[in-house]
Every structure is written in C-alpha cells, then in structure tokens.
C-alpha cells in the first residue's frame, strides 16, 4: 500500500462539515494504512500504538482518525 503526506491545502480540502462519530466501526481498515506509513513520516508523534481518541466524518466523503501518540498532549 501506498501513502503520502498531504499539503497543508489538501489537508484542508478533506475538511467537509465535519461530524464527531460517537458509535459504529469504521468503515475501511484504517490499520493496514496506518502501518503502511514510513516511521520518518511520523517525525517525533508515533501513534502506530494503535488508541483512537476521536473519528469525525466528512459528509460520507472522508473521515478523520484521531489516534494518540506516545505523548498525551503536546504544547508548542
């Protein structure tokens, strides 16, 4: 499987009225994508560990995994 990094303008793009799922499985197997993910694409915030914290859907178009990293909160 092949991945890649989106710019910040096709990030944005994906953002389509966005909706928190509360319930439900998701709808791909997102792991299989996430493994495929080269490790230096995840710079210092690893979330290969596998904890989801949130999905928000985009009107059936996309959804937005929210998987935790190694680190609980990150501050700039």
């Not at 928190?20 to 495929?36: H, K, M, Q, S, T």
């Not at 080269?38 to 996309?62: I, K, L, S």
């Amino acid at each position: 499987m092949q991945t890649r990094k989106l710019n910040p303008l096709e990030f944005h793009e994906t953002r389509i009225n966005p909706q928190r799922v509360d319930a439900g499985e998701p709808v791909v197997d997102f792991w299989e994508y996430v493994a495929a993910i080269p490790a230096e694409d995840f710079a210092f915030a690893d979330c290969r560990a596998g904890n989801v914290t949130h999905v928000y859907r985009m009107e059936d178009q996309y959804e937005h995994v929210l998987i935790n990293s190694q680190y609980q909160e990150w501050r700039w």
